[in-house]
């Protein structure tokens, strides 16, 4: 890990509850939908990803997630990892929702993936976002990777305008499996640096 300094910090599991509602963020309600699916009897869709974030593995875990913290807590989060060299096997397994992103992410082998970059309302437009990415390139220098990519919803122009004024440049784009979940988007959107 690269060193942080303020407001900068590794997440802790007692940030789980924040990073469940900053990933639900950044998936427009994505995770909420997948979680309401995963939840045992007399948990809640936001219970599951709360336990999820406070999971010791997993790409969705505290031990992945970089957080913004301004002295009350994680405002903002980075979750981001090295994607490998070689392409995912998509198996007839892996649910429909989810084949798309793959395809993307295995056409961005060698990459540092940034999975989920989000803030709380009250903190966006105040240049974490911008801090978290230039985080994400100095993690892809020190993991060797060969560049920067994320995936995103053709729907969000924010984070889309965002990443594009860091060099981010489209790549690819594949349609969205919606199911019941509901979005603004149709398709999902690879941009790579």
């Known amino acids: 890990m690269i060193p942080l300094s303020s407001p900068f910090r590794p997440a802790r599991i007692d940030d789980a509850p924040a990073l469940a509602d900053l990933v639900d963020f950044a998936g427009e309600g994505l995770p909420c939908y997948l979680w309401a699916k995963m939840a045992q009897p007399g ?10 974030a406070a999971r010791e593995e997993g790409a969705f875990s505290y031990r992945n997630a970089v957080v913004a913290d301004l002295g009350a807590g994680a405002v903002a989060m980075l979750v981001g990892y090295p994607i490998g060299d070689t392409p995912e096997p998509i198996g007839a397994d892996l649910p429909a929702m ?19 970059l989000a803030a709380y309302p009250e ?10 990415l230039d985080l994400a390139e100095q993690w892809m220098h020190a993991t060797g990777r060969s560049g920067l990519s994320v995936i995103v919803s053709d729907g969000n122009h924010g984070a889309r305008r965002l990443y594009e004024r860091h060099g ?16 603004r988007g149709t398709n999902w959107v690879l941009l790579t640096k």
Do not use: I
């Open 123 to 132: 903190h966006r437009n105040c240049g974490l976002g911008g801090q978290m």
């Open 168 to 183: 981010y440049r489209f790549r690819a784009q594949r349609p969205m499996v919606k199911e019941e979940w509901e979005s």
């Open 43 to 52: 948990e809640t869709a936001m219970d599951v990803g709360r336990r999820r």
């Open 98 to 116: 989810f084949v798309p992103m793959q395809e993307l992410e295995n056409l961005a082998c060698g990459t540092w993936y940034v999975n989920v």
